[in-house]
């Protein structure tokens, strides 16, 4: 069975400071995918960025991007120039061949004026 | 479309009632899925559908829990003889897969149950 996990419960940064969260996966699937998503106090998850296994290159999307190291199952998510709004919990997860998704416990990240 | 829509969005119940959830997902999307969330946790995956099809129900779910998708359009979650470690937050998603689906799910606004 595939696990995710987030290793840092939380985090606090001063605005536009760079921070990098961490995920670890296992899986004894080859193609697969992984997504970071944002779910901001009191609203709804959405998509951050999405990486395919099968893809070498590094995913971004603006001031968000990803280390993704696939020989050891590490998919870490970068903000930089973090804003007020980058206040929220992130998740982290994986989709296996199934479309199964499955989401990390989260990391609770706090941009401090 | 306005997105995902979950109702109701807040029940409260007493311990051995049932409960329902229904969830309205985008139009076009053929995958839907259910998770349940406490606080301060990570979406736990529950069931998910393919069209009108469920293709896995999580072993951690006990009997009482049932969900289903008659049409392949809106779904339904319900509980059985709820208990107070029911409580929790029950999210809703769905996606567009094969046929260019780029397999994001695109969530409601969840449905928070408490149970007296």
């Known amino acids: 069975a595939q696990t995710v996990t987030q290793s840092q419960p939380e985090m606090s940064v001063q605005e536009a400071e760079t921070v990098t969260l961490s995920c670890t996966y296992d899986?004894?699937?080859?193609?697969?995918?992984l997504f970071w998503y944002k779910q901001p106090p009191s609203r709804q998850m959405i998509l951050v960025i999405r990486?395919?296994?099968?893809?070498?290159q590094n995913a971004t999307e603006n001031r968000f991007s990803v280390n993704f190291q696939k020989a050891a199952k590490s998919f870490s998510l970068k903000i930089s120039d973090s804003q007020l709004g980058d206040t929220a919990m992130y998740f982290c997860?994986?989709?296996?061949?199934?479309?199964?998704?499955?989401f990390g416990k989260g990391t609770r990240l706090h941009i401090l004026p | 479309d306005t997105g995902v829509s979950q109702n109701p969005r807040h029940k409260i119940t007493k311990r051995g009632q049932n409960v329902t959830f229904r969830c309205d997902p985008i139009s076009e999307h053929n995958r839907l899925y259910w998770y349940r969330q406490t606080l301060g946790q990570g979406p736990e995956f529950l069931t998910y559908?393919?069209?009108?099809?469920?293709?896995?129900k999580s072993r951690l779910l006990s009997d009482r829990f049932s969900a289903e998708r008659p049409k392949g359009s809106f779904s339904t979650l319900e509980i059985q003889r709820t208990e107070q470690g029911d409580s929790a937050m029950y999210l809703c998603a769905s996606s567009l897969l094969a046929g260019g689906g780029t397999g994001e799910l695109f969530f409601g606004e969840g449905s928070r149950l408490t149970v007296l």
């Open positions: 990486q395919e296994a099968y893809k070498q």
């Open positions: 997860a994986f989709m296996n061949r199934d479309d199964k998704i499955i």
């Open positions: 559908f393919q069209n009108e099809a469920q293709l896995e």
């Open positions: 899986t004894s699937e080859n193609n697969y995918y």
